[in-house]
């Protein structure tokens, strides 16, 4: 396998449509160890430094990049990552470059390739970025390479250095989480079924099942315990949203968003393994990666519906439901880099319509005293706060409520306007919103 080939694959294929990690399987599930991480490691250094790569090459251009075919583009990019991310000599990075076009649709552009390249490797140290006292979202977003229309939003809500900090915490390789399944193994018995498969293993202080592996062997799915069931791959903060319904045994339990299952196999672990969990997902085949998921966990009793949420009927009432809303995703941007240049500024307000929907149909399945969590992997004001304000003004019956007995993990995250909120550089997680609203029970 050609690792410069398959990371050009993987990018051109992102333009197309699939998800990174659809691409990243294709291209690189039978590649040798070496030529993998390679590739992924160039994948990855482009979409993490995309902005300020294409800013460098901006300066050494005559033209707009976008009017360039989207084939050179992409080699540009590969060779920019490699000449100002990587450890590769400059006549490498250039020539590998010229190699690759020459294989590619990108051949009719090799020789302003050549140039471009050459122009980048005498200068691309000299490039300066936008001056910060000048324009403070545009320094930000090239510098950490996020879009400048997400920076904007970030720095509405936050001050300069809190959102600098954590911009750069998505610019790091993010390490392996794991959730121990609690239904078959603890989270110490589980670290040392791991010790040998990992540089470090070590719990994750937000939730009590958390491990974080840095310098696996190994991909997930072909680590020691994976296809026993005693793990869940899951960022710290997805995990946490289970813990914030405040689940004990008994109770009756909707996930009206499961997806493939992650959450849902959490939930029944909370609820001490027995049933009483309805999991409800519309797409046939993450139905079917939610059947074959939760097996793998061993869950029994769950009770899985293929079905809209917006349109179920004949369910509830229940005492707790889960709303994981679709929303931008823009929170998972450290790990999931493709995400940021995915999404566009009208995004948010779209999903933000979709997910009230959502939970004001969560909110008619509640039983008296019953609890709805609604939560999102974003950091928009208008899919997180704008839908929970929007919500308790629709239905006055609701009240913002977290459990007592949280713990001090996640009780930390909860802000001075009672909103739970994860943060990259301060939970090493993902960045969640979640907001605990409860039903009140009627004066009699």
Same mark, same amino acid.
Not at 7 to 29: D, F, I, K, M, S
Not at 288 to 310: F, H, K, P, T, Y
């Given at each position: 396998?050609?690792?410069?080939?398959?990371?050009?694959?993987?990018?051109?294929?992102?333009?197309?449509?699939?998800?990174?990690?659809?691409?990243?399987?294709?291209?690189?599930?039978?590649?040798?160890?070496?030529?993998?991480?390679?590739?992924?490691?160039?994948? !990855?250094?482009?979409?993490?430094?995309?902005?300020?790569?294409?800013?460098?090459?901006?300066?050494?251009?005559?033209?707009?990049?976008?009017?360039?075919?989207?084939?050179?583009?992409?080699?540009?990019?590969?060779?920019?990552?490699?000449?100002?991310?990587?450890?590769?000599?400059?006549?490498?990075?250039?020539?590998?470059?010229?190699?690759?076009?020459?294989?590619?649709?990108?051949?009719?552009?090799?020789?302003?390739?050549?140039?471009?390249?050459?122009?980048?490797?005498?200068?691309?140290?000299?490039?300066?970025?936008?001056?910060?006292?000048?324009?403070?979202?545009?320094?930000?977003?090239?510098?950490?390479?996020?879009?400048?229309?997400?920076?904007?939003?970030?720095?509405?809500?936050?001050?300069?250095?809190?959102?600098?900090?954590?911009?750069?915490?998505?610019?790091?390789?993010?390490?392996?989480?794991?959730?121990?399944?609690?239904?078959?193994?603890?989270?110490?018995?589980?670290?040392?079924?791991?010790?040998?498969?990992?540089?470090?293993?070590?719990?994750?202080?937000?939730?009590?099942?958390?491990?974080?592996?840095?310098?696996?062997?190994?991909?997930?799915?072909?680590?020691?315990?994976?296809?026993?069931?005693?793990?869940?791959?899951?960022?710290?903060?997805?995990?946490?949203?289970?813990?914030?319904?405040?689940?004990?045994?008994?109770?009756?339990?909707?996930?009206?968003?499961?997806?493939?299952?992650?959450?849902?196999?959490?939930?029944?672990?909370?609820?001490?393994?027995?049933?009483?969990?309805?999991?409800?997902?519309?797409?046939?085949?993450?139905?079917?990666?939610?059947?074959?998921?939760?097996?793998?966990?061993?869950?029994?009793?769950?009770?899985?519906?293929?079905?809209?949420?917006?349109?179920?009927?004949?369910?509830?009432?229940?005492?707790?439901?889960?709303?994981?809303?679709?929303?931008?995703?823009?929170?998972?941007?450290?790990?999931?880099?493709?995400?940021?240049?995915?999404?566009?500024?009208?995004?948010?307000?779209?999903?933000?319509?979709?997910?009230?929907?959502?939970?004001?149909?969560?909110?008619?399945?509640?039983?008296?005293?019953?609890?709805?969590?609604?939560?999102?992997?974003?950091?928009?004001?208008?899919?997180?706060?704008?839908?929970?304000?929007?919500?308790?003004?629709?239905?006055?019956?609701?009240?913002?409520?977290?459990?007592?007995?949280?713990?001090?993990?996640?009780?930390?995250?909860?802000?001075?306007?009672?909103?739970?909120?994860?943060?990259?550089?301060?939970?090493?997680?993902?960045? !969640? !919103?979640?907001?605990?609203?409860?039903?009140?029970?009627?004066?009699?």
């Amino acid at each position: 396998m050609n690792p410069r080939r398959a990371a050009y694959e993987v990018l051109t294929g992102l333009e197309r449509g699939p998800h990174l990690e659809t691409l990243l399987g294709r291209a690189l599930a039978s590649a040798p160890a070496r030529e993998r991480a390679f590739a992924t490691s160039l994948i !990855f250094g482009v979409l993490r430094n995309r902005l300020y790569l294409d800013h460098l090459l901006a300066a050494c251009l005559d033209r707009p990049l976008h009017k360039l075919d989207p084939p050179v583009v992409a080699v540009l990019r590969l060779g920019a990552a490699e000449l100002a991310c990587m450890s590769t000599p400059d006549f490498a990075a250039v020539s590998a470059a010229v190699e690759l076009a020459q294989a590619t649709p990108a051949r009719r552009g090799q020789t302003l390739i050549n140039a471009v390249l050459r122009k980048l490797a005498r200068g691309w140290r000299d490039v300066p970025l936008p001056a910060v006292e000048a324009d403070p979202a545009a320094h930000l977003a090239v510098r950490f390479s996020h879009p400048l229309w997400l920076v904007q939003e970030l720095l509405a809500q936050w001050p300069a250095e809190f959102v600098q900090a954590w911009l750069a915490a998505n610019q790091a390789p993010s390490p392996l989480t794991l959730r121990a399944n609690t239904l078959k193994t603890t989270r110490d018995d589980l670290a040392a079924r791991l010790a040998g498969s990992a540089e470090s293993v070590a719990p994750h202080h937000l939730t009590p099942e958390g491990l974080v592996l840095r310098g696996a062997t190994a991909p997930a799915a072909e680590l020691p315990g994976f296809k026993e069931g005693l793990f869940q791959v899951q960022d710290a903060a997805a995990q946490a949203v289970s813990h914030l319904l405040g689940l004990r045994p008994g109770l009756a339990v909707a996930d009206l968003c499961a997806g493939a299952g992650g959450k849902a196999g959490h939930l029944v672990a909370l609820l001490g393994g027995g049933p009483g969990l309805v999991a409800v997902e519309p797409s046939p085949g993450r139905v079917r990666a939610l059947r074959d998921n939760l097996n793998r966990l061993g869950v029994e009793g769950a009770r899985i519906r293929q079905a809209d949420a917006l349109t179920l009927t004949g369910l509830g009432p229940f005492d707790r439901v889960l709303v994981d809303a679709p929303c931008s995703a823009l929170g998972v941007a450290g790990r999931r880099p493709d995400v940021r240049w995915r999404r566009a500024p009208q995004d948010p307000p779209r999903l933000a319509a979709l997910q009230l929907a959502l939970c004001t149909r969560a909110a008619d399945l509640l039983a008296p005293g019953g609890a709805l969590l609604y939560c999102t992997c974003t950091v928009t004001r208008a899919e997180n706060a704008g839908v929970a304000a929007a919500l308790l003004a629709a239905r006055p019956e609701l009240r913002l409520e977290w459990p007592q007995d949280l713990a001090a993990p996640l009780g930390a995250c909860i802000g001075p306007d009672g909103f739970f909120r994860s943060f990259p550089h301060q939970q090493q997680s993902d960045a !969640f !919103f979640a907001a605990r609203l409860v039903r009140k029970f009627r004066k009699t």
